[in-house]
């Protein structure tokens, strides 16, 4: 099956750096989803890509749909300490059929913002 | 608008025992999700419903798990018999469909099986 690779496994920052993270495929993806988990749960989507080489901002994130659309990467300017969560990238292949809706996660980048 | 409801949020059992997950999606939405979650992992898909029907079931272990959404509406997902490697977190998602659909993820239940 897809495996989406991670990168990287956790993070240990100061408030006011800058984070980037990202996430390679071995197959292609049509969308590009990154997600913020904190404990207790569920995962909450950040920013959703939807065309290869677009570049989305929200609020102090942006991400990017790469343009071989097997990677995707997400920064985060000036964390602050609420920026602390597990962030998750996701595939979808929306080609159709039994592959419609159905997300791919990486294994998640555990962020630690120190104030 | 009220978000994904799951019941219970914690559970624990002992192996071979049964389970039962419940979740209600988000009113109108068509397409319910149920998620399994390991420790230190991403969630991973275990089946997809459109309305009442499965459109995709192919990484549910279906000698243990099973899931019904009867009604189009609510749903339930089953482990029977429980063994260790089931604990988890099971997510239930849902999404109103389409190309550009978000799936909105429920808080999730909590699973030990000792």
């Known amino acids: 099956g897809q495996q989406l690779n991670q990168s990287p496994q956790s993070m240990f920052i100061q408030e006011g750096e800058d984070v980037s993270m990202n996430c390679t495929s071995s197959?292609?993806?049509?969308?590009w989803l990154w997600y913020k988990q904190d404990p207790g749960e569920g995962p909450v989507l950040l920013i959703a890509?939807?065309?290869?080489?677009e570049l989305t901002s929200n609020g102090r994130l942006t991400a990017q749909f790469g343009i071989t659309r097997k990677d995707s990467f997400l920064n985060i300017s000036a964390s602050i300490p609420s920026d602390v969560g597990i962030y998750f990238c996701a595939g979808q292949l929306n080609a159709g059929g039994t592959s419609y809706g159905k997300l791919t996660f990486g294994q998640g980048t555990i962020l630690t913002v120190h104030p | 608008e009220a978000g994904v409801a799951q019941s219970p949020r914690y559970k624990i059992i002992e192996k071979r025992q049964s389970v039962a997950f419940w979740c209600n999606p988000i009113?109108?939405?068509?397409?319910l999700y149920w998620y399994q979650q390991i420790l230190g992992q991403g969630p991973k898909l275990l089946i997809q419903?459109?309305?009442?029907?499965?459109?995709?079931d192919s990484q549910l272990p279906k000698d243990r798990f099973s899931a019904e959404r009867l009604k189009g509406v609510d749903s339930t997902l089953k482990i029977q018999p429980a063994k260790l490697e089931d604990s988890a977190v099971y997510l239930c998602?849902?999404?109103?469909?389409?190309?550009?659909?978000?799936?909105?993820f429920g808080p999730g239940t909590r699973l030990l099986v000792l």
């Open positions: 890509l939807y065309k290869a080489g």
């Open positions: 197959s292609i993806f049509n969308t």
């Open positions: 998602a849902s999404s109103s469909g389409g190309r550009q659909e978000t799936q909105y």
């Open positions: 009113s109108g939405h068509a397409t």
């Open positions: 419903f459109q309305n009442n029907g499965v459109v995709d």
